[in-house]
């Protein structure tokens, strides 16, 4: 699996995910999949491929900025110290005129540094993969938790000291009635179809 759109040559490894000792299955987006998959779990994740972040502009705005849409606040990530944040939602969804999420066909994952004010992409995804949600282990280590079209799960490890992601996958299909990325985004009063 290569979610991510130009990733250089990747090391290709057989082996699960360390971060079934971070309380990761604790998160809602795991609990949201358990009630319909009771053996969902993180330890059951196999990492696919390490490679290099591979690090692009980006035109998104940032918190605080001039043009920047408050609709976006509560869904910023930050890192433990408050000076990062991922943002994958302000290029993927916009609210139509009737109050409702309108979606693109891509979706963009932004790291922003708050403190320089600088924003870099670091996966960009076609309509076939998707990021629901995230979160930080410290201040330079983040987790992005995401879905498929077919509706396999998978994370994506960002190790920004290393400038490293490793690319873990689900191996089996989740019974899925409702994504994630809907229920996120309705229980911050975003009304979805």
């Known amino acids: 699996m290569n979610p991510e759109k130009d990733v250089e040559t990747p090391k290709v490894e057989n082996t699960t ?5 971070d309380s990761i299955d604790l998160l809602p987006w795991f609990q949201y999949y358990q ?10 994740f196999n ?3 390490t490679s290099p972040i591979s690090f692009q502009n980006s035109s998104v705005t940032i918190l605080n900025e001039k043009g920047f849409n408050e609709i976006y606040k ?13 943002d994958f939602d302000s290029y993927q969804w ?7 999420a309108g979606f693109e066909a891509d979706q963009q994952v932004v790291l922003v540094d708050y ?12 309509p076939s993969y998707w990021i629901e949600d995230a979160y930080w282990k410290g201040d330079s280590v983040a987790v992005l938790l995401g879905n498929t079209y077919e509706k396999v799960p998978f994370m994506m490890k960002y190790n920004f000291n290393k ?22 985004l309705r229980k911050h009063g975003i009304k979805v179809e």
């Open 17 to 21: 995910t360390s971060t079934a000792n």
């Open 35 to 44: 009630k319909e998959n009771t053996d969902f779990t993180s330890a059951l």
């Open 74 to 86: 509560p869904f910023l990530i930050f890192n433990k110290s408050k000076n990062k944040y991922l």
């Open 163 to 184: 400038n490293e992601v490793q690319h873990f996958e689900y191996p089996d299909t989740l019974k899925i009635e409702i994504p994630y990325s809907k229920v996120r």
């Open 115 to 126: 403190k320089k004010k600088e924003a870099r992409q670091v996966a960009f995804f076609g």
């Open 94 to 100: 916009f609210l139509q005129p009737d109050g409702s």
């Open 47 to 49: 990492l696919k491929q």
